[in-house]
C-alpha cells in the first residue's frame, strides 16, 4: 500500500503516516512495536520480552501483514493479522467455545473457516482519540482474499472504551460472548464482521438458528486504539 498520510483529529499530535512492514522491517522494528503495545495495553516492564517470540513466531504464518503507525520515524501505533487455521491455539479455543455456546460442530467449522485473524491493534496512549485505529484496521484489512475477520477482545462495561467503539463502528457484531480462553480468567467477547470492510455488513446474508451471530453460512489482547 506504500505510505498514507493521516491528519489526526486531535491537536498537537502531528501527522502520521501508515506503512507496510514487510517481515524483516517488522523484525527490526519489533522492540518499538512491543513498547507501543505495552504502553497502550498499562503492562509492567517486562512484559515485551514474553512477547516477542510469539510476535516473532506470527511473523511466520501464512497471511501475516502488518501495518505500523509512524509519526515521523517514530512507530505510535502497530497491527497485525494472519489468516486462521485450525491447527492455530486461537482457533481451536473459538471452536470449543462455539460448540459449548450450542453451536452443531459443522456449524462452528463453518465459522472458521476462511477467515483473518486481527490478532494485535494497538495506538500509543499520546495519541489515541485521533482515529489512528481505525485507519490502521482499514489498511491492514483491504485486499484480505478471506470472506471475514474475526477478533477477540475483553468484556468491559457497557462496551464502553475505544476498541469496543472502533469495533461496532466498524460494523463487527457478536460471535460469542463472555468466553474464558484457558489460563486468562477475563471474561472475552468473540466479534466478526465480513469482509471487505467498505460493505455495510447488512449486505451479506445472516445465517438461521443463532441469535448473535455475525457470520454468514457462504463468518487475546485488546486492541487500543
Known sequence: MGTVTVVPASAGSGDVTLLDLDPQLMRARLTEALAVY???????????????????EHILRPGWRAVGALQGDRIVGIAYCYR?????????????????AGWSPDRAELVLADYVELTELHVAPGVQGAGIGGRLLDALLAGRSEQRVLLSTPEVHAEDNRAWRLYRRAGFTDVL???????D???FAV????????TSPSDHPRPAGHPTSAVPTTTTEEPTT
Request: net charge positive.
Open 84 to 100: 486462521g487455521d485450525h491447527g492455530q491455539w486461537w482457533h481451536r479455543q473459538v471452536r470449543d467455545g462455539l460448540r459449548r
Open 177 to 183: 460472548r463472555r468466553f474464558r480462553f484457558a489460563g
Open 191 to 198: 466479534l466478526g464482521r465480513e469482509l471487505p470492510l467498505d
Open 185 to 187: 480468567s477475563r471474561p
Open 38 to 56: 505495552v504502553d497502550a495495553m498499562g503492562y509492567p516492564p517486562g512484559t515485551d520480552l514474553h512477547r516477542a517470540p510469539m510476535w516473532s
